[in-house]
């Protein structure tokens, strides 16, 4: 139990676009996502916290403008990057929270979406 | 003073011993205590949560906190190979939506 999904995988973009990642949580359903993004070499960095129905709230120093978030119900939150500029390539990765009756507080994590904006 | 602290390491044992992962953190209303293991290019991956002092034992892995030394760690019995990896500590304080505080990680090199 306690899946979380990712898609795409990776995604490669060019200069200006913008990008779509999907976040399902796939046999629970999750009160709370959250968005991470990690460079080679570093830890995660929380960029968003996700309340279904609910605007996201975002850490301090990431545009939320340019990361667009939307938790539409209980099984999904998307992530857009919108205008995306190299300097925006990283791995992306959400988790969700909300897995069960004894492990709510515990934050399960999809796989990641690496993104590479040329 | 970070919030979270681990030893970057690399952390090296041989096949077969303890490894020991340390991590404190510095909130006193820090409330659960996470373990996470991520392999290189690949996301997190829970190993085991606790949330009261002592010990908890989950197979191969034990978690042990003491919450007067803001302190707690991660044993590995009979480590091996595939345990290889980066060691993510993870603290969710009161009151602040559920986030979690994630230190810098301890690399831990298993030798054959």
């Known amino acids: 139990g306690a899946v979380v999904s990712q898609h795409p995988s990776w995604v490669i973009c060019k200069s200006g676009t913008s990008v779509k990642i999907e976040c399902r949580s796939l046999?629970?359903?999750?009160?709370?996502m959250f968005w991470y993004r990690q460079f080679p070499k570093q830890s995660l960095m929380l960029m968003a916290t996700?309340?279904?129905?609910?605007?996201?709230?975002?850490e301090q120093g990431v545009e939320k403008d340019k990361f667009l978030i939307n938790h539409a119900s209980l099984t999904l939150s998307t992530l857009t990057v919108t205008s995306a500029h190299p300097e925006d390539s990283s791995f992306y990765i959400c988790?969700?929270?909300?897995?069960?009756?004894?492990?709510?507080?515990?934050?399960?994590f999809g796989p990641g979406t690496r993104l590479t904006v040329l | 003073q970070k919030e979270v602290e681990q030893n970057s390491g690399p952390l090296s044992v041989p096949e077969g011993a303890i490894a020991s992962l340390n991590c404190t953190y510095s909130d006193r209303g820090s409330q659960s205590f996470f373990w996470y293991r991520q392999y290189s290019g690949k996301s997190p991956e829970l190993i085991m949560f606790i949330y009261s002092n002592g010990d908890k034992e989950d197979g191969r892995f034990t978690a042990q906190l003491n919450k007067a030394s803001q302190y707690v760690s991660l044993l590995i019995r009979d480590s091996q190979p595939s345990d290889s990896a980066t060691y993510l500590c993870a603290v969710r304080i009161y009151n602040q939506g559920g986030k979690l505080i994630f230190g810098q990680g301890t690399e831990l090199s298993v030798k054959p």
């Open positions: 996700s309340n279904e129905g609910s605007k996201a709230t975002y």
């Open positions: 988790s969700a929270r909300g897995g069960g009756t004894t492990d709510w507080d515990t934050q399960y």
């Open positions: 046999d629970f359903q999750a009160t709370t």
